[in-house]
């Protein structure tokens, strides 16, 4: 019997304050997850002192609602700084977000002279040939390349990865025969 009224206060309480602890979470965390989370976990400090709170509505229970949520979200938050400050190396070049476009730019400007970009891109098929030249010549995005070849786009993006791939072992074989000749 006492289990049932424990488990009704419990649903009143999440019913009520669910969302605005949820709020009051984000707040802090600016994260959707972490404040999912500080809310689940707000409500298994609550659950632990069910007892202890009398009539769901009152001033009090509100009170006591906002001090839980918030005492953990920012118990949260500060564990994510010390997580942060343990994982992360400070370089400037994590800042800058690679793009495929950049990679596939770089391994065409490294071409020497003796190679062109017809000979690099001479074992690839033709559709593949197609792909990287309108991605990193035409610059057009993987849907519009999709709707040019008369593809899906996530093929489309595929394909450019597995050719990216391919040219960049072709590059490195070429490069090794040249300083092995070379010696």
Not at 5 to 29: F, G, N, S, T, V
Not at 128 to 143: G, V
Request: proline residues 2%.
């Amino acid at each position: 019997m006492a289990a049932n009224k424990d488990q009704e206060k419990l649903d009143q309480l999440y019913a009520l304050y669910e969302q605005p602890m949820y709020r009051i979470a984000y707040a802090i965390l600016h994260h959707t997850e972490q404040a999912e989370d500080a809310v689940s976990d707000a409500f298994l400090r609550i659950m632990k002192n069910l007892k202890k709170i009398g009539n769901v509505q009152s001033e009090k229970t509100k009170h006591y609602i906002v001090c839980i949520i918030r005492s953990t979200a920012i118990n949260q938050y500060r564990q994510n700084q010390r997580d942060s400050e343990r994982y992360t190396v400070w370089d400037d070049r994590i800042l800058q977000v690679p793009s495929q476009k950049d990679d596939m730019e770089q391994l065409l400007a490294n071409i020497t002279e003796e190679e062109t970009i017809a000979e690099l891109l001479e074992p690839l098929n033709e559709t593949d040939r197609q792909i990287i030249l309108m991605r990193c010549e035409e610059e057009l995005s993987f849907r519009e390349i999709a709707e040019r070849l008369s593809i899906q786009e996530a093929a489309a993006r595929k394909r450019f990865e597995r050719a990216k791939k391919a040219l960049q072992k072709k590059k490195g074989d070429i490069c090794y025969e040249t300083r092995l000749f070379s010696v």
